[in-house]
C-alpha cells in the first residue's frame, strides 16, 4: 500500500512579512509627505520674512529719500531699529555724501555733470581720469547771470586717428589718462556753474575728483538701509545724484557760444 503524504503550508506565516512591508512603504510614504509638507512652510514663512524685511528696508530708504529732496542736506541716518505695523523693523539707514564722482561706464556720445555752484566751497581745481582709446570734450559753465561763459575743452587719451584734440596726460600702468580744470566759486567776474563731460568716439569710466573737500558740493548720495524681519535681515542700497541735462544742450552751448577752447 503507498501512502501518500501531502505537505501543509502555514499560511499565516506568508500573510504577517506582507502585512509588515506594507505598513512600512505606508509609513515610508507618510514620513515623505510630511516632511515636504513642513519644508513648504518653513519655505513659505522663510520668504514672507524676506518680503518684510525687503519692505522695511524699502520703507527706510524711501523716508531718507524724502528727507534729501525736501531738505536739500545730508538726511539723518536711522541707528536705531524702527518698528513697523508689519512686525518688521527698519534696522538702520546709513547715509554717504561724496564730492567724488565715478562712472564705470559712460556710454560714447553720453554726458556726465559736476555741480559746482557752492556759497561755502573754495577755489581749487578738479581732477578727470578716464580710458585710453577715448576722448573727452569738457565744458564748463561760468556766469552769475545771462549771458553765461562757456569754455571747452578737448582731449584724447592715446592716438585717435582723425581726432584734432589734445593729449591727456597718459599712465602707462592705469593705461588711463588724467587732466584737470580750475574752478572758483567766489570770484567777482562771477561763480563757476556746471562741468560737462562728454564721452567721444567709444565707452569710457570716468573718475572726477576735487583737489580738496571744499572746492566743490556733494555730487551724489548713497543710501544703505537693511531690513530685518523674525531672522531675516535684507539690505536694499541706492545712489541719488543730481540729474543731468541731456546732451543736447552740448550742442545748443556750442552753436551759440563761439569756438572750442583749448
Same mark, same amino acid.
Given at each position: 500500500m503507498e501512502i501518500k503524504r501531502t505537505a501543509l503550508v502555514n499560511k499565516e506565516g506568508q500573510v504577517l512579512p506582507l502585512i509588515l512591508l506594507v505598513i512600512l512603504v505606508a509609513a515610508t510614504i507618510g514620513f515623505s509627505i510630511a516632511g515636504t509638507a513642513i519644508k513648504n512652510i518653513e519655505e513659505t514663512n522663510l520668504n514672507e520674512e524676506s518680503n518684510r524685511a525687503y519692505s522695511a528696508a524699502e520703507a527706510g530708504l524711501e523716508e531718507k529719500l524724502l528727507e534729501l529732496e525736501q531738505g536739500g542736506g545730508a538726511p539723518v541716518p536711522i541707528t536705531t531699529p524702527t518698528p513697523l505695523q508689519s512686525g518688521a523693523y527698519i534696522k538702520e539707514v546709513t547715509v554717504e555724501q561724496s564730492t567724488a564722482l565715478n562712472i564705470s561706464k559712460l556710454e560714447k556720445d553720453s554726458v556726465a555733470q559736476i555741480n559746482l555752484d557752492c556759497a561755502t566751497c573754495i577755489a581749487?581745481?578738479?581732477?578727470? $581720469?578716464?580710458?585710453?582709446? $577715448?576722448?573727452?570734450?569738457? $565744458?564748463? @559753465?561760468?556766469?552769475?547771470?545771462?549771458? /553765461?561763459?562757456?569754455?571747452?575743452?578737448? /582731449?584724447e587719451c592715446g592716438s585717435i586717428s582723425g581726432a584734432n584734440f589734445d593729449s591727456g596726460t597718459f599712465n602707462v600702468n592705469t593705461r588711463k589718462c588724467t587732466e584737470s580744470i580750475s574752478v572758483d566759486n567766489r570770484s567777482a567776474g562771477g561763480k563757476d556753474r556746471v562741468i560737462r563731460f562728454r564721452a567721444m568716439y567709444a565707452d569710457t569710466s570716468l573718475?572726477?575728483?576735487?583737489?580738496?573737500?571744499?572746492?566743490?558740493p556733494v555730487q551724489s548720495t548713497v543710501l544703505t538701509s537693511t531690513g530685518q524681519s523674525g531672522e531675516t535681515e535684507? $539690505?536694499?542700497?541706492?545712489?541719488?545724484?543730481?540729474?543731468?541735462?541731456?546732451? @543736447?544742450?552740448? /550742442?545748443v552751448l556750442f552753436s551759440s557760444q563761439g569756438s572750442l577752447s583749448k
Open positions: 581749487g581745481t578738479v581732477s578727470y $581720469t578716464w580710458d585710453e582709446g $577715448t576722448a573727452l570734450v569738457v $565744458t564748463k @559753465i561760468h556766469g552769475d547771470a545771462e549771458p /553765461y561763459t562757456v569754455s571747452r575743452y578737448a /582731449y573718475s572726477v575728483s576735487p583737489s580738496a573737500s571744499n572746492v566743490i535684507r $539690505t536694499v542700497q541706492v545712489q541719488r545724484s543730481a540729474p543731468v541735462p541731456p546732451s @543736447i544742450l552740448d /550742442y
